[in-house]
């Protein structure tokens, strides 16, 4: 009887303590609702007239379906996304005034892209980076991208067949990566780490127009080859947080066998060498790895290079019997060569620049720490990388030739 009093004693302790544990939970103390905040999906940054000027672009949940790639047949005349343009003497001040010109919050956690303009680029982007990394709701994932001129503009430009263009950008850079390895694609918080790495350099692919008509209009996306479009260009180099050049495509290409980036890339050759230099094939990598050696020679680095990769034929232009095993080596031969060309092509353009968008401080740094503390010490690593002797060796091999032994070229000769 004891027993059952205990329980029941201790039930009704429990029963009334449950208010005022529930008293103690609160709701979310941040909730808000989706209506209140506009959806960021991508934002761009220039200098202008001594102060920051901020692009912000805000998904417009009014579009409905449209010609720009939607499922359904109908169309609006609504655009998929709203750009407004701020300015303020710190880039928080620009980002509080968003609050004047538009009716809803950002809410910049769905971000895809993020647009530098080269003057802001120029001038320093230190203020943008701290700004990243320090806002709890900014998002660091953002790929980031620098324009040659009015960053803003790049954002104003519709695309075909997506509605949301800041996921189409971030899809772009993705696909160029993985398909042909000509541009690193770079996030916020890679480009922070690579500045503030033992090389403080950093390379981020430029995002153009190739016309100078921005197409903003819902209606003119219907045409079926736009006359301007948002492509990727030339690869910006950074050095501190300051842009110091260009590099072209081809010398973008180079630093991607360098830096060990490549995922998959087509490589133009000549199938008989011997004979002529006119590049009539194909070569498509499948695997590729770049091993970087440091040494130390007498009184400068040598960086030993091992580029090796496998691949496949996609393409013959002369007449030659891929069951030929010389003929097999001569196209390696000159596959390798190639590749040679555009690395060597592009050191000497990141020589010029004197920006060590290669990691090579990183390398040495690692494998020899004692000489690396002395660089430090005497603040003279512009001298030895300017000093540095590049030695690449390539070997590519063929590993396939497609459904065919032989040239369509030679079986109409035969």
């Not at 060309?341 to 920006?355: D, F, G, R, T």
Request: aromatic share 6%; with cysteine; hydrophobic share 35%.
């Amino acid at each position: 009887m004891n027993l059952r009093k205990l329980l029941n004693t201790k039930l009704l302790c429990s029963v009334l303590c449950l208010p005022l544990c529930t008293s103690l939970l609160s709701g979310c103390w941040d909730a808000r609702e989706l209506s209140e905040l506009g959806i960021t999906s991508g934002s761009a940054y220039d200098w202008e007239d001594n102060q920051w000027k901020a692009t912000y672009q805000i998904i417009n949940p009014s579009s409905g379906s449209s010609s720009m790639g939607g499922s359904g047949g109908g169309s609006t005349s609504s655009p998929p996304f709203i750009t407004f343009t701020v300015k303020g003497k710190t880039i928080m001040e620009a980002i509080q005034k968003s609050n004047l010109t538009s009716i809803r919050e950002m809410f910049p956690s769905h971000s895809r892209v993020t647009v530098i303009g080269d003057r802001l680029a120029k001038r320093g982007i230190n203020p943008l980076l701290d700004i990243f990394l320090r806002k709890q709701d900014a998002r660091e994932t953002v790929y980031v991208f620098i324009h040659s001129g009015d960053a803003g503009d790049v954002l104003d430009q519709l695309m075909q067949l997506t509605k949301n263009q800041g996921a189409g950008i971030q899809l772009m850079i993705e696909q160029e990566s993985k398909l042909l390895s000509y541009y690193p694609g770079i996030r916020m918080f890679e480009l922070a780490m690579n500045l503030a790495s033992e090389s403080g350099c950093a390379a981020v692919p430029e995002l153009m127009l190739t016309d100078s008509k921005i197409m903003d209009e819902t209606s003119e996306t219907g045409q079926t080859n736009l006359p301007s479009r948002l492509a990727l260009g030339r690869l910006g180099v950074l050095k501190g947080d300051k842009m110091v050049g260009w590099l072209s495509q081809k010398e973008a290409f180079g630093l991607s066998f360098l830096t060990n980036t490549i995922k998959s890339a087509m490589i133009p050759f000549a199938s008989r060498p011997q004979i002529s230099e006119q590049l009539d094939s194909s070569y498509m990598i499948q695997k590729s790895t770049t091993i970087v050696q440091p040494r130390w020679a007498r009184d400068h680095f040598i960086m030993d290079i091992h580029i090796k990769g496998s691949g496949v034929i996609h393409e013959i232009g002369s007449k030659v019997d891929l069951n030929n095993q010389a003929a097999l080596a001569e196209m390696e031969t000159s596959i390798e060569n190639n590749i040679l060309e555009v690395v060597e092509q592009s050191w000497k353009s990141v020589k010029k620049l004197n920006a060590d968008v290669t990691g090579f401080a990183v390398r040495i740094h690692r494998s020899d720490k004692k000489r690396w503390r002395s660089i430090r010490q005497d603040k003279n690593w512009d001298t030895v990388f300017q000093n540095i002797e590049i030695r690449p060796h390539v070997h590519m091999d063929i590993e396939r030739t497609g459904l065919s032994s032989k040239s369509f070229k030679s079986i109409q000769q035969d």
